[in-house]
């Protein structure tokens, strides 16, 4: 049982790290293109980003 619980637990850490990455991608993405017209959209999908990676 033990080992059951392991894989399930790594399953969620690789699910976990998988999310990360692409919030991380949206950061990075929505950071290089903050000067556009619609700045605060684009500062609001930051700040939901940075808060999902950070929990």
Do not use: G
Request: with cysteine.
């Amino acid at each position: 049982m033990a080992k059951t619980l392991s894989l399930d637990n790594d399953q969620y850490r690789q699910l976990f790290i998988e999310e990360a990455k692409e919030h991380i991608d949206t950061l990075t993405k929505s950071m290089l293109i903050l000067d556009v017209p619609n700045v605060y959209v684009r500062i609001n999908q930051v700040q939901r980003c940075n808060h999902r990676v950070s929990r």
